[in-house]
């Protein structure tokens, strides 16, 4: 029996979220910016895990915390990331295959251990993420599964990784991949603390064409394009993708597509309690509803409605029934 085909399959970092809450005094004294997102190495991992209070594990990662969020909508996933054969990587394939994500990249067995995300979330519900990517930026061409980018009808490439070579490599070739199948490629900005450095990278696939669908947030539009204002960023990036899709907080969302711009309010939250994955679902809402043939506005409305769910809750993956909420 012929198994369904995936609607997204998304490539991105496999990463194990630690997420822990801490007050003000503790970001400074380990020299944390408040909301902010750092690389750490193996070793200031493990110190700032140690200085850290009561934790809970989930398996994360912006990527594969879209796909659970497409999983939860009733969309069918797919995952490509990379692991190491050790604990955490156990547990971030055991996670992702029990949302409904298929999940089958081979775990290394030599090099870094699998990557984890340390998270703290302050009582105002802002989260300071402090990343030791380990062998999630050990991915290469090598461990693309060809055919199902192939079947999927949109490939979504996580910005997270566009800085290492060998995973950049890797997202070039699915995107190529994809377009050669006549599928959509979307791509995902992340943190606009990734772009620096990479600008004129980034810009430069999005300009050959290799981007049809384009998430980011108002901040980091600003930064890619170096811009003064979100409407010199809107008429920069505009022309060069096919759909744009910019997130804006409580101020809402937007989305521009064939010389049209359609805006949408942010869906009321009784308490917000932590921001973490909030892009993440709303990135899971829009492409899900795409793939179900909703309009431009019913995709703004199903992102928003999942990022809403998410922020009312600690941690980056759904615990209210997505389907329901949204009925697609």
Known sequence: MTSPQPDIVAIGDAIVDVIATCDDAFLLEHGLTKGSMQLLDTAQATSLYAAMGSA??????????????????????????????????????????ALGVAFDTPALRAG?????????????AQRTMNTSPGASHELTVEALDEELIRSAAITFLEGYLW???????????????????????????????????RRDGVMGMIEDGMVDILFANEDEVLHLTGSATLQQSLDALA???????????????????????TEIAAIPVERIVDTTGAGDLFAAGFLTARCR????????????????????????????????????
């Open 112 to 124: 870094p251990p699998t990557g984890r995300c340390l998270i703290l979330v302050t009582p105002d």
């Open 293 to 328: 043939g909703r309009d431009v506005g019913g995709c703004l409305e199903t992102g928003a409605i999942a990022a809403a769910e998410i922020i009312s809750h600690f941690g980056a993956r759904p615990e209210a029934n997505l389907r329901e909420l949204v009925a697609l």
């Open 56 to 97: 809970r594990e989930v398996s994360g990662g912006s990527a594969a915390n879209s796909m659970a969020g497409v999983a939860a909508l009733g969309g069918r996933a797919a995952f490509i990331g990379q692991v190491a054969d050790d604990q955490l990587g156990a547990i971030f394939a055991h996670d992702m295959r």
């Open 239 to 261: 022309p060069k993708v096919t759909t744009l899709v910019v997130t804006r907080g409580a101020d809402g969302a937007l989305a521009l597509e064939k010389g049209a711009i």
């Open 163 to 197: 800085g290492p070579e060998r995973p950049r490599a890797a997202m070039l070739e699915a995107a190529r991949i994809a377009h050669a199948a006549g599928r959509a490629v979307a791509f995902t900005l992340s943190e606009s603390l990734c772009i620096p450095g």
